[in-house]
């Protein structure tokens, strides 16, 4: 098969950590020619920034090499801003993910009507995602989901020596239960849950250790202003809460992301909306229990002894601040994680793989979508 995809390569965002993946493993596997173009950034400082995907350097050589000069027959495009907007000469598919539903902006329904008369197909990774598609009009018919994978190669479980001297490195004792989170601080992530309910947490586990990923490099956003804010905001900006708040800055490769993942005892993520979540399918493949919210895009892939869900209240056609409008999301009972956070211990050591959750059957799956 011989496809030009149109998406982002060199940066660590979510689209281009998908695209990139599923252009090493098509590579790999030998299953496509690419002929690739590279679509513009939608923040001009991904270009000049250290804000690289963080591939070993084999992978990125091939990554960074493999467009081809070939006579394509399929087209997938895998870039933002969303839109259906484009003429189907060929077997076209487009990815779309969304948290919380298509916004007016984002499309027309006359696009949509006519991309799905001329055969285009969309690639969402999750059943939540494909559930608000379809509330903002996209026809369900043309939707296929086709969940992301995780990297064995750069996501697994490191030896419990090499965790302890890491930990050790980070300052972390025998005793500490480390919670980690590497997301953003945009309101569908429950940031501002999970510090709230952390502190409170802490009052009565005193063993509880909160460590975040500073984005700043790809988002240009202060965590470390908008944890102290949180805390201020609700009178919990004590010295024994602050000290154990640990930011990571600076940009990290995907090595030292799978390094603290190991590090952790929990990955923990109260979001309100998700598309996909793939910190959390990769903190699971290191091993790592996580802790996610129940009902969302993770019930498609989290289970099992490791994975403690998060209750929460489902909300449906509602206006945000701004008059935002969006389609669904769930807020997260903060009482519930606050009752986790008290029972929750070290980590035990248990092999977890991926399973069915790879790029390789992504990109198998994504093949036979596109033929």
């Excluded at 493993?25 to 000049?48: E, Q």
């Excluded at 839109?83 to 487009?94: E, I, K, Q, S």
């Excluded at 890491?166 to 500490?176: F, M, P």
């Excluded at 059957?361 to 979508?369: R, V």
Aim: charged residues 20%; proline residues 4%; contains cysteine.
């Amino acid at each position: 098969m011989n496809i030009q995809v149109e998406g982002w390569r060199s940066v660590s965002h979510s689209y281009a950590l998908v695209n990139q993946f599923q252009l090493l493993h098509w590579h790999k596997t030998g299953h496509a020619s690419i002929c690739h173009v590279d679509m513009p950034f939608i923040m001009p400082h991904w270009a000049l920034g250290d804000n690289s995907a963080g591939f070993h350097d084999d992978d990125r050589e091939v990554i960074e090499k493999i467009s081809e000069n070939i006579d394509f027959d399929v087209i997938y495009r895998i870039f933002a801003p969303f839109g259906l907007d484009t003429p189907v000469n060929l077997p076209t598919v487009t990815f779309a993910v969304t948290e919380f539903g298509l916004s007016d902006s984002n499309y027309d329904q006359s696009s949509v009507d006519s991309y799905a008369a001329r055969g285009g197909k969309i690639h969402t990774p999750s059943k939540w995602s494909r559930n608000r598609l379809v509330a903002s009009g996209i026809p369900e018919s043309i939707i296929h989901v086709i969940p992301h994978g995780a990297d064995e190669n750069y996501f697994f479980q490191m030896e419990s020596a090499t965790v302890k001297s890491n930990r050790e490195i980070l300052g972390y004792k025998e005793e500490d239960v480390v919670l980690l989170n590497v997301g953003t601080h945009h309101w569908n992530k429950g940031l501002d849950i999970l510090i709230e309910a952390f502190a409170v947490a802490r009052k009565t586990n005193k063993n509880l250790k909160l460590l975040l990923k500073d984005q700043r490099s790809t988002y240009l956003m202060d965590s470390e202003s908008y944890v102290q804010k949180i805390l201020n905001d609700k009178g919990m900006n004590h010295t024994e809460i602050i000290d154990s708040i640990r930011l990571i800055s600076g940009h990290l490769n995907l090595a030292q992301l799978n390094a603290l993942y190991n590090v952790a005892d929990a990955y923990v993520t109260p979001y309100r909306a998700e598309g996909f979540n793939l910190p959390a399918l990769e903190a699971q493949t290191c091993g790592t229990p996580v802790v996610a919210t129940l009902g969302g895009a993770t019930d498609d892939f989290l289970s099992g002894e490791n994975y403690t869900p998060i209750y929460g209240n489902f909300h449906q056609n509602q206006n945000l601040k701004n008059d935002m409008k969006i389609n669904a999301y769930i807020e997260p009972d903060q009482d519930c994680l606050v009752g986790i956070f008290v029972k929750l211990e070290r980590k035990k050591f248990s092999r977890i793989t991926a399973g069915n959750f790879s790029w390789s059957n992504a990109t198998d799956s994504l093949c036979k979508l596109l033929a």
